[in-house]
């Protein structure tokens, strides 16, 4: 088991990096581009993930995988903020900020149900 610990830390790694990276890049190109082409990233390395047959692929994968989710988190709340009205746009920006939570809690769930049902691998074609 504690040989996933760096597989968790470099998917959160990879967040981070992608959120530095592709935050800026958007405000340069736009953000509906970054949006789409980090959501691809995402869900192609996350389809991928489910054929790994090492930790260390699992590794490189799970963190490429976050550069693409790192990238559309601050991408999505910009674009709340921008699109939100002035009078509701903290109460938009707060819905979508949650709603990041909300998923990974609500995945939890859903992981606990179907890895014992059709094993991890399932989880990331499904994510993917």
């Known amino acids: 088991m504690s040989s996933f610990a760096p597989v968790f830390s470099l998917g959160l790694i990879g967040m981070m990096l992608g959120g530095m990276i592709f935050g800026p890049v958007s405000d340069r190109i736009g953000r509906r581009g970054v949006i789409i082409g980090c959501t691809i990233r995402f869900g192609v390395l996350t389809l991928a993930t489910s054929q790994a047959q090492s930790v260390e692929t699992l590794m490189a ?35 979508v900020v949650c709603a990041f939570s909300v998923g990974g809690f609500a995945g939890g769930f859903i992981a606990a149900w179907l890895i014992p049902a059709l094993g991890w691998r399932a989880l990331f074609v499904i994510g993917g």
């Open 61 to 95: 994968l799970r963190f490429l995988t976050g550069l693409g989710l790192g990238g559309i988190t601050p991408n999505l709340i910009a674009l709340a903020a921008e699109y939100a009205p002035a009078r509701l746009r903290t109460t938009v920006v707060t819905i």
